[in-house]
């Protein structure tokens, strides 16, 4: 039971540092090239975790693509319901598809330009990942591998499944 506890503190711990963290750095990109568009050419934004997840929400009511990641939070959070619940199966199967749907959808912004906010100018085009990012993504990985080794020790010894 302690250990449960611990992991999955652990699991929140990188959670909430994730959110604190710079996520992902987007380039600002004109929309149409001509010389009054040019000024913000070349800059970069580098949004935090917070900034991102309220991002993406809006994201998700504007039918942006690359906002599908922003599903991976919701699905996180279910995994750490099943995880306390003790319904290991279900923790490892929601902490990977958290993962997958973090990364598949996140990834789509290469592909996809993002608005520049009320910039009807400009479009942000995602650059690069950075540790942020990864770290919020080790916190579904934590707890999928951490409910995978419950699963194994479970099978194992049956007697000692608390």
């Not at 449960?4 to 929309?31: D, H, K, N, Q, W």
């Not at 279900?90 to 958290?98: D, M, N, R």
């Not at 330009?113 to 540790?131: E, I, R, T």
């Amino acid at each position: 039971m302690k250990y449960r506890i611990i992991a999955l503190g652990l699991s929140l711990f990188l959670y909430g540092i994730a959110l604190t963290l710079p996520c992902l750095l987007f380039e600002i990109v004109p929309r149409e090239i001509s010389i009054e568009h040019l000024k913000d050419y070349g800059s970069f934004y580098e949004m935090n975790g917070l900034e991102v997840t309220g991002w993406g929400i809006l994201g998700l009511l504007f039918l942006q693509i690359p906002a599908l990641g922003w599903l991976a939070n919701p699905v996180y959070w279910l995994s750490c319901i099943f995880f306390v619940r003790q319904q290991y199966k279900f923790s490892a199967i929601t902490s990977l598809t958290a993962i997958a749907i973090g990364f598949g959808g996140t990834l789509s912004a290469f592909w996809f330009n993002l608005p520049n906010g009320s910039n009807l100018f400009s479009v942000l085009v995602l650059h690069k990942l950075l540790a942020g990012f990864w770290v919020w993504l080790s916190a579904p990985g934590l707890l999928g591998f951490i409910s995978v080794f419950y699963l194994v020790k479970m099978t194992q010894y049956p007697e000692k499944s608390t």
